[in-house]
C-alpha cells in the first residue's frame, strides 16, 4: 500500500475523523468513529452492504505493536492504516484516556424492512431513550440476550455517538439495528411480523414473573424501552399487547433502563429456548 502517510494533528485526516464527533458531520458523511481494540476488532470482521465497515485506521506505535493482528486484519480488509503519534490519538479520541487505537467506519444500520423480512424472535425497541452510554448498554444486553434486531426509534439518541459505540462494547457490529423508525411504525411492522409487544414499565399492569408462569412469553416478542427519566409516554403504551413491569422483591425503588432491558430480554430469551414456555421453578 505504499509509504505510510505521515500523519500530524493538522492533517486533513484527522481533521476529518475529528468532525465525526458531531452528529451533523456524521450524518453527512455517513462515518463514524469506534474506539478501542474491542470495537476495532469488530470492525475490521464486518461488512456492511459488501463492503468493509473499516475505511481507516490510526495507531499509536505502541498500540499497533500490542495490537498487531488488529492492524494486520485491517491492512489486508483495504483499510488505510495511519501510524499516529499520542497527539494525534487525543484529537481522535473522545476518551479522556485514549487506549492508542481508532478506526473510521461507514454507517452500518440496516432498513427496518429487511428486519422485519427476517422474521424476527426477540427485537429491542428503544423509544424514547435520550442517554448514548444507556442506547449502547441495552444494545449490548439485546446481543448477549441473542436478540435478532434492535430498534431505535426517531426520538432515540444517535446510534453511532461515540457513547453509544464505547457502551456496546462491539455488540453494534454484531445484530441488525434500524435507526430512525417512528415509534408507530416500529410497533406496527412487528405486529404485522407477528411478534407481540411488551412493554416495559415500572408501573404496568402485568408483572414479568406473571408472565413467565403463564407460559406466554414463548413466542416472538419485542420490548419496548422507554425514556431513562419518564418512561413510555400513554400513547406508545397504548400500542403494545402488553405493558410489563420488573417485581421488586427487596426495597430498591427502581431498576435502571439498562438492567430492567437485561432482565426483559433474558427473560424472553429463556421463555423461547424451553420446550413448551417458560414456567416457574417454584410452581407445582
Same mark, same amino acid.
Given at each position: 500500500m505504499g509509504t505510510p502517510e505521515l500523519i500530524s494533528p493538522r492533517s486533513p485526516r484527522v481533521t476529518a475523523a475529528k468532525r465525526l464527533a458531531k452528529r451533523s458531520f456524521r450524518g453527512k458523511e455517513r462515518r463514524f468513529i469506534a474506539e478501542g481494540p474491542q470495537a476495532v476488532r469488530e470492525a475490521v470482521e464486518h461488512r456492511s452492504d459488501g463492503e468493509p465497515t473499516l475505511i481507516e485506521l490510526f495507531a499509536t506505535a505502541e498500540a499497533a505493536e500490542r495490537y498487531d493482528d488488529i492492524v494486520s486484519a485491517a491492512r489486508a480488509a483495504g483499510a488505510r492504516v495511519h501510524p499516529a503519534p499520542d497527539e494525534v490519538l487525543a484529537e481522535v479520541s473522545q476518551t479522556v484516556t485514549p487506549q492508542g487505537i481508532v478506526g473510521v467506519c461507514r454507517f452500518l444500520d440496516s432498513p427496518f424492512e429487511d428486519i422485519l423480512a427476517a422474521k424476527p424472535r426477540l427485537v429491542a425497541v428503544l423509544a424514547h431513550v435520550r442517554?448514548?452510554?444507556? &442506547?449502547?448498554? @441495552?444494545?449490548?444486553?439485546a446481543d448477549a440476550a441473542g436478540a435478532d434486531a434492535v430498534v431505535l426509534t426517531d426520538a432515540s439518541v444517535d446510534l453511532y455517538n461515540p457513547k453509544s459505540v464505547r457502551a456496546s462494547v462491539g455488540s453494534l457490529f454484531h445484530l441488525p439495528v434500524a435507526v430512525g423508525v417512528p415509534v408507530e411504525q416500529a410497533v406496527s411492522g412487528l405486529k404485522g411480523a407477528g411478534v407481540r409487544i411488551l412493554a416495559a414499565d415500572g408501573a404496568g399492569d402485568d408483572d414479568l414473573d406473571d408472565e413467565l408462569d403463564a407460559g406466554t412469553m414463548g413466542g416472538p416478542s419485542a420490548w419496548v424501552f422507554g425514556n431513562e427519566a419518564w418512561g413510555l409516554p400513554e400513547e406508545t403504551r397504548a400500542l403494545a399487547d402488553a405493558v410489563v413491569r420488573v417485581p421488586i422483591h427487596g426495597k430498591a425503588e427502581s431498576?435502571?433502563?439498562?438492567? &430492567?432491558?437485561? @432482565?426483559?430480554?433474558?427473560a424472553s430469551a429463556r421463555a423461547q429456548r424451553a420446550s413448551g414456555g417458560c414456567r416457574s421453578v417454584t410452581s407445582s
Open positions: 442517554d448514548p452510554g444507556n &442506547a449502547g448498554t @441495552v444494545l449490548r444486553c431498576l435502571n433502563l439498562a438492567t &430492567a432491558a437485561a @432482565v426483559c430480554l433474558y
